[in-house]
């Protein structure tokens, strides 16, 4: 019986995702032309069987894995980040400013939540850190990260 770690490996080795493919080729059963080509295809759809089978099982398993970790998310505590950032587009020489209120969780590879993001345009970056520090009043105690510095590169 296949394995759930054995779908998400690769060359030996654990890895973060898999992609799996099964090809079906048939040939219509009048299309047949001799016994032994039906006794081909009878065993090939035997094997075709087992194997869809055989994946729908480890689907059923990665089911339950994927809720469980659902309830780990939805169960984590969190904390909360205030974050100016100074945004560069090397493209056309733009610089933008971005204020963000994140949700952080506590859990294994868990991505921040935005709960707000606003942008203001380069010119209007006292606007930005006006708009930071009243957020930083509305919301007491929250952790925060200011970096509207110009990066090395750019000096």
Do not use: C
Not at 16 to 28: A, G, K, M
């Amino acid at each position: 019986m296949a394995k759930l770690e054995n779908l998400f490996s690769r060359y030996g080795r654990p890895y973060h995702e898999t992609d799996e493919r099964i090809y079906i080729n048939l040939t219509r059963a009048d299309k047949i032309d001799t016994a032994e080509r039906v006794a081909y295809y009878d065993d090939y759809a035997k094997k075709k069987i087992t194997e869809l089978l055989t994946f729908a099982e480890l689907l059923k398993e990665y089911r339950q894995t994927l809720f469980e970790r659902a309830q780990e998310l939805y169960s984590a505590s969190y904390s909360m980040k205030l974050q100016l950032l100074r945004i560069v587009d090397n493209w056309n020489n733009k610089k933008s400013y971005t204020v963000k209120i994140l949700q952080i969780p506590d859990a294994l590879n868990a991505r921040p939540v935005e709960i707000l993001s606003e942008s203001y345009a380069g010119k209007e970056r006292h606007t930005a850190l006006k708009r930071f520090e009243e957020l930083k009043k509305i919301h007491a105690n929250i952790e925060t990260e200011i970096d509207i510095e110009k990066k090395r590169w750019e000096k």
